[in-house]
């Protein structure tokens, strides 16, 4: 395995605050219209991006974290 890089960790971080915003955030600021099913499906593709955002920057910063030291 290589050596885990400052940039490494750097894009895990970011990728994992791009996720929080998209995933958590974002679906707040949707506008709530009754029974509009637009609305349910914004949200609901802006949690499974935000979701697989997460998963993809977790395991980055796994790979980052488990990289061998030199």
Known sequence: MEKASRQDWRSA???LAVAC???LV???YVPETPGS???????LVLWFLG??????????AAKALFAKRR
Do not use: R
């Open 21 to 23: 915003l998209v995933g």
């Open 37 to 43: 099913p637009g609305t349910i499906v914004a949200i």
């Open 51 to 60: 979701g697989s955002l997460g998963m993809v920057g977790i395991a980055m």
């Open 13 to 15: 971080i970011a990728l």
């Open 26 to 28: 974002a679906p707040h």
